[in-house]
């Protein structure tokens, strides 16, 4: 019997534009603040769940959708240990960036966040189950899951083109150059003196300042990328002790602890798919 609490993930190869997460019982299932490369779009399929995005914090429902654009900070977790479900699909931002430019949504195909971020309208809820169902059919064809996808994303993408745009303040400079460096040099040991020179910043006004614009500080940000760098080498298959020393951690216990604490799943539970069950 599968355990309820246990989280479940689909992937196909043939489909790596998306990803899939399936947990029946989220007791259990507590994240720190964390961001994804993706955009991310999530059901609550059973009992309720708050829902911490940037500054905001939603109190979410069974039927809610939550959306989530890539690299903003974000958690969801269970409400005083009561039970609640969900599903989140994790979709390649490069390829919703094409898809959006194709339908016209956008006048160039880069990257525009989405300001909605919660939908509590019936039949996105539904067809969100519907699309997920069918990822999650072993006995459904390709096509069948690829059209799913597709006719879903885009009906929702023209449903939400109409939303009146926010856009988030562009961090200084100096930031922008410091979250890159952090970026290239993840798996690296990085120094907070190191950082401060290359700013000009003292390390308390730095520390304040990333965190206002990126959401986390330097190294929970770091953390993050390295667990980013980790999560692509398990879906590839890489040995986990081997991809612990690749995302930059001293050994596989720390970088499993770390792991559970952002992902809400054991390296593991991760690497399985569901196809390969």
């Known amino acids: 019997m599968t355990n309820p609490s246990k989280p479940l993930f689909w992937r196909d190869p043939r489909m790596p534009h998306v990803e899939l997460r399936k947990v029946d019982d ?17 059901a609550i399929t059973a009992g309720e769940s708050t829902f911490r995005y940037r500054d905001d914090e939603y109190r979410l429902r069974a039927g809610s959708l939550v959306l ?7 958690a969801c ?4 240990d009561r039970p609640w479900a969900y599903l989140m699909l994790y979709v390649d931002a490069d390829w919703l960036t ?7 949504l956008l006048e160039a195909p880069r990257w525009q966040d989405i300001p909605t971020a919660v939908i509590a309208e019936p039949a996105w809820y539904q067809g969100y189950c519907r699309m997920a169902a069918c990822l999650l059919d072993p006995q459904r064809d390709l096509l069948d ?25 562009m961090p200084p400079a100096t930031l922008r150059e410091l979250a890159a460096y952090l970026d290239e040099h993840a798996v690296e040991e990085v120094s907070l003196d190191a950082l401060c020179q290359r700013t000009g910043y003292s390390p308390g006004h ?35 002790a081997e991809v612990a020393l690749n995302a930059g951690f001293s050994d596989q216990p720390h970088f499993q602890r770390t792991f559970k604490r952002l992902v809400a799943a054991t390296p593991h539970q991760y690497r399985r798919s569901l196809l390969d069950q």
């Open 206 to 240: 730095l520390i304040r300042a990333f965190k206002q614009h990126f959401g986390l500080t330097p190294h929970a940000y770091l953390i993050n990328r390295r667990i980013q760098l980790g999560q692509r080498e398990l879906k590839d298959g890489t040995p986990i």
């Open 98 to 104: 094409h898809l959006r430019h194709a339908a016209g």
């Open 68 to 74: 989530m654009n890539p690299d903003w900070v974000h």
């Open 26 to 42: 989220g007791r259990k299932v507590c994240y720190a603040p964390h961001s994804h490369t993706q955009w991310s779009l999530g």
């Open 145 to 169: 899951k690829q059209s799913e996808v597709v006719e879903y994303l885009s009906a929702l993408m023209h449903h939400l083109a109409g939303q009146p745009t926010h856009p988030r303040p």
């Open 77 to 80: 977790n269970p409400i005083d």
